[in-house]
């Protein structure tokens, strides 16, 4: 079969490898591996224009920069994902003293967060290679992305979770009809375990930071945020400013890796600066790029915002990179800051799960500590929806009053 991409290229001693020779990362030392593209023969053919000028709502609008075919679906979820809306809260950005604030909101995909950009790609790719199950570990959102996209195309998945993911998600997984396996134990060793099980059963696995496709459907999201605000800025204007909520690190690369195909290409005059937001309670990736080296320790994480509660984030070094290499940084804040950043979120109709409401926190952070200027051209990646985990978002507003069937009551109420 022939390859929509050159070669593999290893993160860390930036080996290379055919697309046949490799499954995940590299045999040498375990680093991620970056999927590389003919960027020389893409820009023979492509041009900014025929890249936008394809009618689909969906990251398959990007099927010419992407490493795989259109694996068909058409009128399924799996045609759904990506393509998601960039919101201008005036309000909230006059609140914030910011001159230009977007916020793209990845709620509207078809399971509800961004990993659904991941799961498509790597469905595709489970195609070509004729995997017949595909396997992740998640803390909820990558698995049920996983469950939604393969149940749209009729694909068996095989999700292993941690026992205490939040009930929505964990229904998503059920619903979907994966083989959902429930760990008693956390993350971490959930993605162990899946590996083993990989290995054993001769599975095809999705995993965050182990197969090197999910930074490739990730990065659909800087192409987004390219066409939908980047080409609209002044020229004069400052590179745009994305805050980006980091657990494994997969979403921080893969929007970098996105921006660097489009400079490869030479359509990205300015490359944007890239903020990773970490809770204080799973900081790893923020400890280390504050050290100024890439030596990943493992935390003992704690946070509240599930998605991004990671020991030992398995894209580390590449995160680190993507803030370092385009003059961002790191960024932590306390679980009490993503709860106010949710209650923020919603004040402008946004209903954020506490990891994606983690990035707009790092925002007034970021102000208030002057990392980020009121005339920087600004925008919020807010990765999943606030119905994902309703404990976290009733912990993040005061509760309603209950009253007595009667105009007595309500008026005591409005007082
Ligand atoms: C997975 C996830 C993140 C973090 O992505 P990483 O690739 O693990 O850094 C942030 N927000 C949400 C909603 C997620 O599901
Ligand atoms: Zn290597």
Known sequence: MKQKFSHYECSICGANYNPGEVTYTCPKDGGNLNVILDYA?????LTP???MDIPEASLWRYINLLPVEDPGGFATPLHRAGWTPVYQPKRLAKKLGLKHLWIKDESPNPTASFKDRASAIVVARAQEIDAEVIVAASTGNAGAALAGMAAAIGAKAVIFAPKTAPPAKIAQLIVFGAQVLLVDGNYDQAFDLSIEATQNFGWYNRNTGYNPFTAEGKKTAA?????QVIRGLPENEKPL?????VGDGNIISGVHKGFK?????GWLPNMPRIIGVQSEGSAAIANTFHQGDEDIKPVQATTLADSISVDLPRDGVRAVRAARDTGGTYITVPDSAILEAIAELGQVGIFAEPAASTAYAGLVKALEEAIVQPEDPV?????GSGLKDVKAAMQAVAAAPVIEPNLEAVKKVLQ
């Open 41 to 45: 023969a893409l820009n023979k053919n």
């Open 49 to 51: 224009d025929k890249f």
């Open 223 to 227: 192409f987004e945020i390219w066409e």
């Open 241 to 245: 400013t994305i805050f980006i909520p």
């Open 261 to 265: 195909d489009l400079q490869a290409l």
């Open 379 to 383: 925008l919020v990646l807010s990765t």
